[in-house]
């Protein structure tokens, strides 16, 4: 058993076994579409479990300029084959480099997943938070009355990311994670899940005030996420105007049913969701890891 670190004669190994295992794992980036974009850097560090001649496990994970400012990494995929602990240990061992300029990392575990969730907590991570996700498996035409003085319109490229940066930061205002940028919001029109017109902007006179976000799940699926009102102008249902422009949006777009998650301690924004036919179909748990309480170990 030892662990090797990833490089381009070994990159499709990674990938198949990313294939391989995704059904039991939170798959959020390591997808079809994030896989064939993934490239070997010091952005992605990756390691690889060998046992013969086999890759029975592997830890990736994010480190971006996004994630380097809120100085918490983001772990792509920590799986072994073995489910055994050492397997873990072995992998976890190779990442321990970067606390030097990281606070902290996270990665998200199926709430059925004991065997991960056991390992984790021999591990020292704590768990931070739990997730809901949602569905809704019957979108249909949606009737939007926008209020006076408000108008609802798709982002232009090379000229709202500041807007959309604008309203995102300022909804998010407080917690412990990082800013959007100019250079992040730009690249959205390069991710495989992107729509045209997906980005929808919400404006008071010329002012951005709220924003949502529509990606492609699956040819079934819409994603609706980064929905969000700037503070000021929260508690006005603004949330589900926005909602409602989402959905309204799929429909226009084939979808048949819609997908979101939702931070299960937000009561509100869950209350929002589940009034508009969403259903909650599974949890995932949010674990961290803190590298300074632990760097003794």
């Given at each position: 058993?030892?662990?090797?670190?990833?490089?381009?004669?070994?990159?499709?190994s990674?990938?198949?076994?990313?294939?391989?295992?995704?059904?039991?794992?939170?798959?959020?980036?390591?997808?079809?579409?994030?896989l064939s974009?993934?490239?070997?850097?010091?952005?992605?560090?990756?390691?690889?479990?060998?046992?013969?001649?086999?890759?029975?496990?592997?830890?990736?994970?994010?480190?971006?300029?996004?994630?380097?400012?809120?100085?918490?990494?983001?772990?792509?995929?920590?799986?072994?084959?073995?489910?055994?602990?050492?397997?873990?240990?072995?992998?976890f061992?190779?990442?321990?480099?970067?606390?030097?300029?990281?606070?902290?990392?996270?990665?998200?575990?199926?709430?059925?997943?004991?065997?991960?969730?056991?390992?984790?907590?021999?591990?020292?991570?704590?768990?931070?938070?739990?997730?809901?996700?949602?569905?809704?498996?019957?979108?249909?035409?949606?009737?939007?009355?926008?209020?006076?003085?408000?108008?609802?319109?798709?982002?232009?490229?090379?000229?709202?990311?500041?807007?959309?940066?604008?309203?995102?930061?300022?909804?998010?205002?407080?917690?412990?994670?990082?800013d959007?940028?100019?250079?992040?919001?730009?690249?959205?029109?390069?991710?495989?899940?992107?729509?045209?017109?997906?980005?929808?902007?919400?404006?008071?006179?010329?002012?951005?005030?709220g924003?949502?976000?529509?990606?492609?799940?699956?040819?079934?699926?819409?994603?609706?996420?980064?929905?969000?009102?700037?503070?000021?102008?929260?508690?006005?249902?603004?949330?589900?105007?926005?909602?409602?422009?989402?959905?309204?949006?799929?429909?226009?777009?084939?979808?048949?049913?819609?997908?979101?998650?939702?931070?299960?301690?937000?009561?509100?924004?869950?209350?929002?969701?589940?009034?508009?036919?969403?259903?909650?179909?599974?949890?995932?748990?949010?674990?961290?890891?803190?590298?300074?309480?632990?760097?003794?170990?």
């Amino acid at each position: 058993m030892k662990v090797i670190p990833l490089n381009q004669e070994n990159l499709e190994s990674f990938k198949n076994y990313c294939r391989t295992f995704r059904d039991e794992l939170d798959e959020s980036f390591i997808s079809d579409g994030e896989l064939s974009k993934f490239r070997v850097s010091d952005d992605n560090p990756t390691f690889l479990l060998i046992i013969g001649d086999e890759v029975k496990g592997v830890l990736s994970v994010m480190i971006s300029d996004y994630y380097k400012r809120g100085k918490t990494a983001r772990i792509r995929i920590f799986h072994s084959s073995t489910n055994e602990f050492v397997a873990y240990r072995l992998l976890f061992n190779e990442i321990q480099h970067i606390k030097q300029d990281f606070n902290e990392m996270y990665l998200f575990a199926k709430e059925d997943d004991m065997i991960l969730q056991n390992i984790l907590k021999q591990l020292n991570f704590n768990i931070e938070r739990y997730t809901y996700v949602l569905e809704c498996d019957e979108i249909k035409q949606t009737m939007i009355e926008v209020p006076c003085g408000f108008q609802l319109r798709p982002n232009v490229f090379n000229q709202d990311e500041e807007d959309w940066c604008n309203v995102r930061n300022d909804a998010f205002k407080g917690q412990q994670i990082s800013d959007f940028t100019l250079e992040l919001v730009a690249k959205y029109k390069e991710n495989d899940d992107y729509l045209e017109g997906g980005m929808i902007l919400l404006y008071h006179h010329k002012s951005p005030v709220g924003q949502v976000m529509i990606t492609k799940e699956d040819d079934t699926y819409s994603y609706i996420g980064q929905l969000a009102v700037k503070k000021e102008f929260q508690k006005q249902g603004l949330g589900r105007l926005l909602l409602k422009a989402a959905m309204q949006f799929s429909f226009e777009q084939n979808f048949t049913k819609s997908v979101l998650v939702v931070n299960a301690e937000n009561e509100k924004a869950l209350s929002l969701y589940l009034s508009e036919g969403f259903i909650k179909t599974s949890c995932v748990i949010c674990y961290k890891y803190f590298f300074n309480k632990f760097e003794s170990d």
